[in-house]
Nanobody, 115 residues
Framework: QVQLVESGGGLVQAGGSLRLSCAASGRVFSLNGMGWYRQGPGKQRELVAR???????NYADSVKGRFTISRDNAKNTVYLQMNSLKPEDTAVYYCNYNLFGNDYWGQGTQVTVSS
């Protein structure tokens, strides 16, 4: 019983910025292990950024230096700050949470970057 709701997607020009939010509810005892994935046109879903135990972060090589994953424990929310956006970043972005080996997904939010 985990609920994930993404928001913040939209249309932005190349070089612009967006901040995605993922509000978690239900049986979420820690934000560790939460992450962001994306699925672009004609592509499979891929990992973008992840929070790990101890407060560490992992990023896909394609977004390092441009995207930042962060958390607000009081709000039970994970964020993805996306700067210097490129058309290649166009995709549906999904929030993910793994609980005892089971994956939970949000509904996704569309990010479109125009050239």
């Amino acid at each position: 019983q985990v609920q994930l709701v993404e928001s913040g997607g939209g249309l932005v020009q190349a070089g612009g910025s967006l901040r995605l939010s993922c509000a978690a509810s239900g049986r979420v005892f820690s934000l560790n292990g939460m992450g962001w994935y994306r699925q672009g046109p004609g592509k499979q879903r891929e990992l973008v950024a992840r929070l790990t135990s101890g407060g560490s972060t992992n990023y896909a090589d394609s977004v390092k230096g441009r995207f930042t994953i962060s958390r607000d424990n009081a709000k039970n929310t994970v964020y993805l700050q996306m700067n210097s956006l490129k058309p290649e970043d166009t995709a549906v972005y999904y929030c993910n949470y793994n609980l005892f080996g089971n994956d939970y997904w949000g509904q996704g939010t569309q990010v479109t970057v125009s050239s």
